[in-house]
Every structure is written in C-alpha cells, then in structure tokens.
Nanobody, 123 residues
Framework: QVQLVESGGGLVQDGGSLRLSCAASGRTFSIYLMGWFRQAPGKEREFVAAVRRSVGITYYADSVKGRFTISRDNAKNTVYLQMNSLKPEDTAVYYC????????????????WGQGTQVTVSS
C-alpha cells in the first residue's frame, strides 16, 4: 500500500500563487506515475498534471499549461504542484494520486489517492 498526504491548499486572490505538496509513504517503489487531479463542486474529477517518478517527464492539462509546474523530489518521496497566475476557475479540491501505470488522464488508472486539499481563488 501507498499513503499520500497533501498540504498547501488555501485561499488566494486572482493572479496569486500557491504550492501544493504530496508526501508518499509505504510501498513507494511501486509508484511509476504521480499526478494531481481536481474536483470542483458539481463537476467530475479532472486531470491537472502528472510526472513520471523515475525520469521526471511531466504532463499537463491544457487549462493549466504555462501556469502550473509539477515536480518531484524522490529523496523525500514528495511531489509538488506550483500554481501561478491562479484564476477563480481553478477553485477546487486538489487530490494527489499515484499509480503503477504509464501516463493517463483517467483517474481510474491511479491506485492511490490523498485526502484532498481545498484551493480557493477569489476574484
């Protein structure tokens, strides 16, 4: 099993920045891909970004390209999501996810999930 714990959410103004962290523990050697998803009220969970844990290759949703940056620190078993130029439409609960499979935007292919952290962007 793998446990994921997110931190770093909060309230920020339009155009502001936040950095989310996700610390993994347990059988971390089984993780191939780590990602971030988000879910706004009344909407489906959507892919935000992902990173291949071994080589650091990154993937982004079109809606966040150029504004968000995903990175990882394997020594700390931690993945980060730096969010800049935040917009009110970025408001959602952000979830960290991990899995043994290759790149996918499908949440069903991620085996492990954190509890989520709220990000609210005020206009």
């Amino acid at each position: 099993q793998v446990q994921l714990v997110e931190s770093g959410g909060g309230l920020v103004q339009d155009g502001g920045s936040l950095r989310l962290s996700c610390a993994a523990s347990g059988r971390t050697f089984s993780i191939y891909l780590m990602g971030w998803f988000r879910q706004a009220p009344g909407k489906e969970r959507e892919f935000v970004a992902a990173v291949r844990r071994s080589v650091g290759i990154t993937y982004y949703a079109d809606s966040v390209k150029g504004r968000f940056t995903i990175s990882r620190d394997n020594a700390k078993n931690t993945v980060y999501l730096q969010m800049n130029s935040l917009k009110p439409e970025d408001t959602a609960v952000y979830y960290c996810a991990a899995g043994p499979y290759g790149y996918s935007q499908n949440p069903e292919l991620y085996d492990y999930w954190g509890q989520g952290t709220q990000v609210t962007v005020s206009s």
